[in-house]
């Protein structure tokens, strides 16, 4: 999609709306779009919806959310550039698809095994560094309101994967960060850059072997109808920004941004409230169609992933800026032996 149809998708009211201008009846309520890539049922997708109800509520009905879930609205690359171009309001995408738009700290997020647990990443969530990141992204009218924790990465592919010589020559599906890039060439597998909607046409007419993602988006995009194995490595983790177009945001009228900023909050506690368990849930259900073998990794075999990945994290210093990296270890008490 180019500039003017990622624009021929926005209402004339979401267009002017970006500009600063205001409906031109008292009565007429706001529009503002959120899409997404994920399946309605998929944790995102959830809290989506939750912060479609609350708002309008809180708004009293001054605000009306449409929610496209599903890449029915943009895909991934195309949903950052119609979010700046004010086709679209709101936005969760993962913190990976940042790091092509020139937000390249935001692939610090991405490093392998940087995170050891959910307290890790919440510490990072609360932490100075996080606003920095977001304060960053305002130079570019991205607006930053929350980050959500969708918890950590299996390896899902037609074959089994233990040690890291089982990568060699896999063609695994990435998001666009560089980080995972490097990560993917260091196990000896072949990344592939892809949107999130073409993956499971790509895992089944064999352009893909297999792709790292969390279990609720293997069970609800039926991932694992079209592959044989996933290990549950937890090697890297899925961090969400909801992000608004800033212009937008902040031209918000004074009786509907409270209601707005309140109905995201809660949303953002109901997600935290959901992700885990529904990860955890999702592995059960792939589990028990029988159809995909579901294995741990031995501490041994986990180990020699992360050797193989380890040295990404220097190799990434010159992209996303030592000073980022070391503020981000010192926060998340990185231990690469844990
Ligand atoms: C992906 O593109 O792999 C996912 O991050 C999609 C999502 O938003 O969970």
Redesign the pocket.
């Known amino acids: 999609m180019n500039r003017r149809e990622i624009l021929k998708g926005s209402t004339a009211l979401a267009a002017a709306a970006a500009a600063g201008i205001k409906p031109a009846s008292a009565q007429a309520p706001i529009v503002i779009k959120l899409s ?3 399946a309605i049922d ?1 944790p ?1 997708g959830k809290a989506s919806e939750k912060f479609k109800e609350l708002a309008e509520k809180y708004t009293n009905g001054k605000a009306k959310i449409e929610v496209y879930p599903n890449s029915s609205l943009y895909k ?1 690359k195309e949903e950052l550039e119609a979010l700046q171009l004010g086709a679209v309001q709101l936005l ?3 913190t ?2 940042f790091g092509p738009l020139g937000f390249t700290e935001f692939d610090a997020l991405d490093l392998p095994f940087i995170f050891h647990d959910g307290a890790a990443f919440k510490k990072f969530a609360t932490s100075d560094l996080s606003k920095q990141m977001f304060t960053k992204l305002e130079t570019k009218g991205v607006k930053g309101l929350a980050y959500w924790d ?1 918890g950590f990465h299996v390896m899902a592919a037609n074959r089994q994967i233990r040690n890291v010589k089982d990568f060699q020559g896999l063609k695994l599906r990435i ?1 666009g960060s560089k980080v995972l890039d490097a990560t993917t060439k260091a196990w000896g597998a072949i990344p592939q850059v892809m949107a ?1 909607s073409e ?1 499971y046409q790509a895992l089944q007419t064999g352009v893909v072997d297999g ?1 790292e ?2 279990p609720s ?1 293997i069970w609800t995009q039926k991932f694992f109808e079209v592959v044989k194995y996933i290990a549950v490595s937890h090697h890297a983790h ?1 961090s ?1 920004a909801v992000v608004a177009n800033k212009k937008y945001w902040e031209a918000l009228p004074a009786d509907v941004r409270p209601g707005l900023e309140k109905a995201m909050a809660e949303a953002s506690d109901y997600f935290a409230s959901i992700a885990q368990q529904e990860n955890d849930e999702a592995l059960e259900a792939i589990k028990k169609t029988g159809k995909v073998q579901v294995y741990p990794l031995t501490s041994e075999e986990r180990r020699s992933w992360l050797q193989a990945v380890l040295p990404v994290h220097k190799e990434m210093e010159n992209r996303i800026g030592k000073d980022v990296i070391d503020a981000l270890y010192k926060i998340v008490d990185f231990r690469p032996d844990a």
Do not use: R
């Open positions: 997404h890539v994920v998929a995102k991934d969760a995408p993962s990976a698809k969708n998001q999130f993956v792709l993602n969390v988006n899925l969400y």
